[in-house]
């Protein structure tokens, strides 16, 4: 059975010997069979949240000239202010603005990978003096959250919890973006025509996303394995877990990585808000995945055959021997999903980029056409750009 609902975990229940076994097994099951969940207890302040969302919304609220003086295409690390429409997910526009911010680092040496570009310092809106000092502490604090909430999915999976630490650095980086969606008036798309996405069909790269929804819009979907799309309202005092693919490549396909999307808000419904934070993994860690214990892998097996397997609309980042690093992999995503910074600093790469996704467009056409030359009733669908459903792991 493909899951109906996400569920809820409470973080308080892991810190308790007598709760700890029943928290573990709930998340075990997160992991395997949805790739999605809710935590709340996280250890992070209320008023800080509050603030968070506070100094988030008034950015948006800046003038557009005050904005673009953060603008991402101002350096090369993938970091600042995006406009409408700067972002491409499933090879369409998302329609949102948002504000990329990361853990404080130094520029790229000249002996580091050119991926090592987006580690750097963040640009901060001038005018408004308190948004920097709370966002770097709910930067910090969220790093926490993030690696405790890792050495229990360690520990659901049968390993000791120090089995991921090996991924991640002293000064590990993390990321997060303060996303604006507007409604579907506000876009000027005429009923409620699906056309505008807020952000399109994806899956997280690393290894674990917390997202702060931060208005009551109920926009934020979940992609089961029967390919139903399951809605995940904001809940007051939590966070959506969102599992990466990094988590899934090291673990073998053990935890499942979830499609998911953001549907832009109805007309007259106002903006929707949202922060999500990205768990960091080593720029240099390689895919070499973590010995599993038999016993997890074998009910991971029974869970896909009881399914009938898995299906995705979405490419698999973490390939084995398409990249050598997780580092290299991140950089190229955020390649194809930001061509106006590429155009500015890595016009080369993102030329590469586009030759191998014509490419592949034409091999998947050609594809579709065999296979509907082969099945008299199958669909005709031509349109290259769309990607084509895909058996994964």
């Given at each position: 059975?493909?899951?109906?609902?996400i569920?809820?975990?409470?973080?308080?229940?892991?810190?308790?010997?007598?709760?700890?076994?029943?928290?573990l097994?709930?998340?075990?099951?997160?992991?395997?069979?949805v790739?999605?969940?809710?935590?709340?207890?996280?250890?992070?302040p209320?008023?800080?949240?509050?603030?968070?969302?506070?100094?988030?919304?008034?950015?948006?609220?800046l003038?557009?000239?005050?904005?673009?003086?953060?603008?991402m295409?101002?350096?090369?690390?993938?970091?600042?202010?995006s406009?409408?429409?700067?972002?491409?997910?499933?090879?369409k526009?998302?329609?949102?603005?948002?504000?990329?911010?990361?853990?404080?680092?130094?520029?790229?040496?000249?002996?580091?990978?050119?991926?090592?570009?987006?580690?750097?310092?963040?640009?901060?809106?001038?005018?408004?003096?308190?948004?920097?000092?709370?966002?770097?502490?709910?930067?910090?604090?969220?790093?926490?959250?993030?690696?405790?909430?890792?050495?229990?999915?360690?520990?659901?999976?049968?390993?000791?919890?120090t089995?991921?630490?090996s991924?991640?650095?002293?000064?590990?980086?993390?990321k997060?973006?303060?996303?604006?969606?507007?409604?579907?008036?506000?876009?000027?798309?005429?009923?409620?025509?699906?056309?505008?996405?807020?952000?399109?069909?994806?899956?997280?790269?690393?290894?674990?996303?917390?997202?702060?929804?931060?208005?009551?819009?109920n926009?934020?979907?979940?992609?089961?394995?029967?390919?139903?799309?399951?809605?995940?309202?904001?809940?007051?005092?939590?966070?959506?877990?969102?599992?990466?693919?990094g988590?899934?490549?090291?673990?073998?396909?053990?935890?499942?990585?979830?499609?998911?999307?953001?549907?832009?808000?109805?007309?007259?419904?106002?903006?929707?808000?949202?922060?999500?934070?990205?768990?960091?993994?080593?720029?240099?860690?390689?895919?070499?995945?973590?010995?599993?214990?038999?016993?997890?892998?074998?009910l991971?097996?029974?869970?896909?055959?009881?399914?009938?397997?898995?299906?995705?609309?979405?490419?698999?980042?973490?390939?084995?021997?398409?990249?050598?690093?997780?580092?290299?992999?991140?950089f190229?995503?955020?390649i194809?999903?930001?061509p106006?910074?590429?155009?500015?600093w890595?016009?080369?790469?993102?030329?590469?980029?586009?030759?191998?996704?014509?490419?592949?467009?034409?091999?998947?056409?050609?594809?579709?056409?065999?296979?509907?030359?082969?099945?008299?009733?199958?669909?005709?669908?031509?349109?290259?750009?769309?990607?084509?459903?895909?058996k994964?792991?």
């Open positions: 059975m493909s899951f109906s609902s569920p809820i975990l409470d973080l308080d229940l892991a810190r308790s010997a007598e709760t700890k076994p029943a928290f097994s709930s998340l075990r099951h997160a992991l395997l069979e790739g999605f969940l809710y935590i709340k207890n996280t250890g992070i209320p008023a800080l949240t509050d603030a968070v969302i506070h100094e988030g919304k008034a950015f948006f609220d003038p557009m000239d005050e904005k673009l003086k953060i603008e295409k101002n350096a090369p690390s993938f970091l600042g202010y406009r409408l429409g700067g972002e491409i997910t499933a090879f526009t998302d329609w949102r603005e948002q504000i990329d911010l990361s853990t404080p680092h130094p520029l790229r040496t000249a002996s580091q990978p050119l991926f090592y570009n987006l580690k750097a310092p963040n640009q901060w809106p001038d005018s408004l003096p308190s948004f920097r000092t709370t966002f770097e502490d709910y930067l910090q604090r969220m790093g926490d959250v993030s690696m405790e909430f890792t050495r229990l999915v360690a520990e659901a999976l049968g390993l000791p919890p089995a991921f630490d991924f991640f650095e002293a000064d590990q980086q993390h997060l973006k303060v996303v604006k969606y507007p409604d579907l008036a506000a876009l000027g798309v005429a009923g409620q025509s699906p056309a505008a996405q807020g952000v399109g069909p994806h899956k997280d790269s690393m290894l674990t996303s917390y997202v702060l929804q931060a208005s009551d819009h926009c934020l979907q979940v992609q089961n394995t029967a390919g139903e799309w399951i809605a995940c309202k904001p809940v007051p005092g939590t966070l959506v877990v969102a599992i990466g693919q988590l899934e490549a090291l673990t073998q396909g053990v935890c499942q990585s979830t499609t998911h999307r953001v549907l832009s808000p109805e007309r007259g419904s106002g903006p929707r808000f949202s922060i999500p934070f990205f768990q960091g993994v080593s720029f240099g860690a390689t895919f070499d995945a973590i010995e599993m214990p038999s016993s997890v892998l074998q991971k097996r029974q869970l896909v055959e009881q399914r009938g397997g898995r299906r995705d609309d979405v490419e698999f980042t973490f390939v084995k021997g398409r990249y050598t690093h997780l580092g290299e992999a991140t190229m995503n955020r194809k999903s930001h106006d910074v590429a155009e500015v890595y016009p080369d790469l993102l030329r590469q980029i586009r030759a191998d996704q014509e490419k592949e467009s034409e091999k998947q056409k050609q594809k579709t056409k065999s296979e509907n030359a082969n099945d008299p009733i199958a669909p005709t669908n031509d349109d290259a750009s769309q990607p084509r459903p895909v994964a792991h």
